[in-house]
């Protein structure tokens, strides 16, 4: 049986639109990839009742991140979400585009810090040749529900997860958190950007419980059809 996908949408999704979807009730979102937090507080500001959980690996964003959110709702965990608990390599990004204005190039003063992934780069070298790949570090790893489990979560209303290549560890370490969530945003790539990762249709069949609801170019929403 083929899959029947929704026409894929010009643009991004939304974020005032996702709050309405979502509804200003929500309590529990989680942030996964959370970079430098500028959705973070996007979503401090569209759920007023929510607890945002933000997951960021990356030291250098991490600092950015508690440069730009100081708020208590807005817990930040400096691990990678995967498929174990422990230690993983990590690949680090660095880099900028030629002719980067000014005022990137200050936010970027230790290196582009947006791509890193626990899966290696593969044909992210040719998309993005200014964007390089010369170092790993270790970072702690985490799976979701080992992380839902010691924290006392029960059901999430919103996972916005950037994993950068790394949907499949996601979703490995996670299947009874994300049976519990509402709404899954993922992006995602049909080329393999880094190794091994899941392409849109792999995404979905992991995923029996959801459906898709919106398609960009580069990212989903789903919907967990266990909940009305």
């Not at 999704?13 to 979102?29: P, R």
């Not at 991490?62 to 608990?85: C, S």
């Not at 509402?182 to 790539?189: D, F, G, K, V």
Request: charged residues 20%; proline residues 6%; hydrophobic residues 45%.
């Amino acid at each position: 049986m083929t899959l029947s996908l929704p026409p894929i949408l010009l643009g991004e999704l939304n974020l005032a639109a996702l709050g309405e979807l979502i509804g200003v009730a929500a309590t529990v979102v989680l942030d996964i990839g959370a970079n430098d937090g500028l959705h973070t507080q996007k979503f401090l500001e569209l759920f007023p009742s929510a607890r945002i959980h933000a997951f960021e690996p990356d030291a250098r964003a991490a600092l950015q991140f508690k440069m730009n959110v100081a708020d208590p709702r807005a817990p930040l965990y400096e691990t990678a979400i995967g498929p174990h608990d422990g230690i993983a390599e990590f690949h680090v990004s660095s880099g900028l585009w030629p002719n980067a204005p000014t005022a990137t190039k200050t936010r970027y003063a230790d290196g582009w810090d947006q791509s890193g992934s626990l899966r290696a780069p593969k044909t992210h070298k040719q998309v993005w040749p200014w964007c390089k790949f010369e170092s790993t570090i270790q970072v702690p790893v985490t799976r979701l529900d080992s992380w839902a489990a010691a924290q006392n979560i029960g059901q999430v209303d919103l996972i916005w997860a950037d994993v950068q290549g790394a949907e499949r560890d996601l979703i490995a370490g996670g299947g009874k958190t994300l049976s519990r969530t509402r709404y899954l945003y993922t992006e995602y790539s049909n080329d393999e950007w880094y190794e091994g990762q899941a392409n849109l249709l792999e995404i979905i069949e992991m995923l029996p419980l959801f459906r898709v609801i919106h398609r960009f170019a580069t990212d989903v929403l789903l919907k967990n059809t266990s909940f009305n």
